[in-house]
């Protein structure tokens, strides 16, 4: 019942309608998935685009820039005029000679820095060589610390030319902050050539100033050299604590992007390279800050599907008010109706629209139903009353003659006493059956009436066995009269081919389960199995051509 149930619920107004909106409400929240997942897509990629083309201009620039410091760097070293000052100074033997020269290389340098100074306002030029040290400054005061250089210089021994930059605080002035200085070392392949180091500064704020347009959404900026060294870094890289190997597999490209992951974010990260010193420019962007306008539309759109689900169960309740708790109400009195259940209740309110309409014609209906109902059970117990009394009226004639043929031969043999007993209880079998009116009896006046019934039977047939067994205590049963006798009879004319001394019939009672079970048996030859066979398909047959003309009439 609970799996027909369930199916029913299925097949119901109420279960399509929830259906029909579970259906819509999954197939928006599909749509809006997809649109998420396609928008998100669709947004990083133009992020990523969007983000390497803005790098790739700071880039361009950056690379720019220092492009013109290395030119200026290779230019003061290819000077001849310098050259032959820096010998010319290191030849002098009086310092009259020195600080004449000196004067020279100032003079000649300041052009360098002038031209310098045109795109960094406030820059830094130092020459330094191994055996006079600090040969020129840019600055007027504040000579830089000898030992500071020194230390900044390890690591650029040797032929060729050598080139690394760092971020430190201005050798002139601690108080101008930081410069990044790019450190240039020029030494000739032969012997007697000196190595020349030109150290050229610009502001930590100029180098931001050429980043600004990357740092402004709070990204994380950083500059590499080519062996994967941090020259400069502002903001956060989500990737620095990652193992080294790991970061020369990121950037062996010329530029590119990857996403790293944090505890509690996702970074994306690009970088381009740098032509002329072959450095490597990184940007790291939250992917918060990537996808901020669109997770503002994702919160909207979840917003969105949930004020039209509830508006969607707004309606349902209404629904289900309105329509479908008096259709589910006159669909259950229907099924009490169907299951004989008449005890119907009327709603207290009904509505005035169609289904209003339906439920009070049905209710019409079934008090309509209830009159119907007690006038066919009236009918019913008349007809039934007048059966049993036609039932009662009707005695068998054989049994009558019979009955009057064995009183006239006990007559004629002289056993009038016998034939008197005899008379004595035809009469109780006539005036039980038709002077009393009473449709039922108890168990204990039947069982008078059939052995009254028994006796006459005794002078028919000479001999047979009849048992009763019959407990006191159901004597005051009632049961139909004349409900027992007929059974009898219908053994005695059809149970036996002959009533011999064999002949049995049995009748017995029994209390089953709060109801009286009477059982009638004889040992006669009863009927075979084809015959009973005959007589059920007889009966069906007999039934169906009833329903057939029935319908026909119709």
């Known amino acids: 019942m609970k799996e027909r149930s369930k199916v029913r619920a299925w097949r119901t107004i109420k279960g399509k309608m929830r259906i029909s909106y579970s259906v819509i409400m999954i197939i928006m929240c599909g749509v809006l998935f997809l649109s998420y997942f396609a928008s998100r897509s669709t947004i990083e990629k133009n992020a990523v685009e969007s983000s390497m083309a803005a790098l790739k201009v700071v880039a361009e620039k950056t690379d720019s820039q220092i492009s013109y410091i290395i030119n200026l760097s290779d230019l003061i070293y290819n000077s001849s005029t310098v050259n032959n000052i820096i010998r010319d100074m290191e030849d002098s033997s009086d310092l009259y000679a020195w600080h004449y020269n000196y004067v020279q ?178 940007q790291t962007i939250g992917m918060k800050d990537v996808l901020k306008g669109f997770n503002t539309w994702w919160k909207i759109s979840i917003l969105c599907i949930l004020i039209v689900a509830a508006a969607v169960f707004v309606v349902l309740y209404l629904l289900d008010k309105s329509i479908f708790q008096p259709v589910n109400y006159l669909y259950h009195d229907m099924e009490r109706l169907k299951e004989g259940k008449k005890e119907l209740i009327l709603p207290d309110k009904i509505g005035e629209d169609e289904i209003g309409n339906l439920t009070r014609q049905f209710y019409e209906m079934v008090t309509q139903i209830e009159v119907l109902e007690e006038q066919r059970i009236r009918n019913e117990k008349q007809k039934r009353k007048l059966e049993i009394e036609a039932l009662q009226a009707q005695i068998n004639p054989h049994f009558l003659y019979n009955t009057i043929n064995a009183v006239k031969m006990l007559l004629r043999m002289g056993r009038g006493e016998e034939a008197t007993a005899a008379l004595t209880a035809l009469v109780d079998i006539l005036k039980n059956t038709l002077s009393n009116s009473d449709s039922y009896v108890t168990l204990g006046q039947e069982v008078k009436l059939l052995q009254s019934y028994i006796f006459i039977q005794h002078l028919r047939y000479d001999v047979f066995e009849f048992h009763m067994d019959i407990p006191e205590e159901l004597n005051e049963c009632r049961i139909l009269k004349f409900m027992i006798q007929p059974f009898i009879e219908n053994s005695f004319l059809h149970g036996f081919e002959e009533i011999t001394r064999d002949t049995m019939i049995t009748v017995c009672a029994r209390e089953q389960e709060g109801h009286l079970e009477i059982c009638i048996s004889d040992n006669g030859s009863g009927m075979e199995e084809a015959a009973i066979q005959q007589i059920r398909n007889s009966r069906k047959k007999r039934t169906w051509n009833k329903r057939y003309r029935h319908w026909k009439c119709h």
Not at 124 to 145: G, H, K, T
């Open 105 to 282: 290389l100032y003079r000649f340098m300041q052009d360098y820095y002038d031209s310098l100074s045109m795109n960094n306002k406030d820059c830094q030029i130092i020459l330094w060589n191994r055996e006079q040290e600090i040969l020129y400054y840019s600055w007027a005061y504040d000579e830089p610390s000898k030992e500071e250089i020194r230390n900044d210089l390890k690591g650029l021994e040797g032929k060729g030319t050598r080139r690394y930059s760092g971020l430190r605080s201005s050798y002139g002035n601690a108080g101008k902050g930081k410069y990044f200085y790019f450190y240039n070392m020029y030494s000739g392949v032969q012997k007697e050539e000196e190595e020349l180091y030109v150290i050229i500064g610009i502001r930590e704020q100029d180098l931001q100033k050429m980043m600004r347009a990357l740092t402004d959404n709070g990204s994380g900026i950083m500059l590499m050299d080519d062996k994967g060294k941090k020259l400069y870094q502002t903001g956060e890289i989500s990737w620095m604590q990652e193992r080294e190997t790991e970061q020369e597999e990121r950037f062996h490209e010329e530029a590119g992007t990857f996403i790293t992951h944090t505890l509690h974010e996702s970074w994306l990260n690009l970088y381009t390279t740098l032509d002329a010193v072959d450095w490597k420019l990184v």
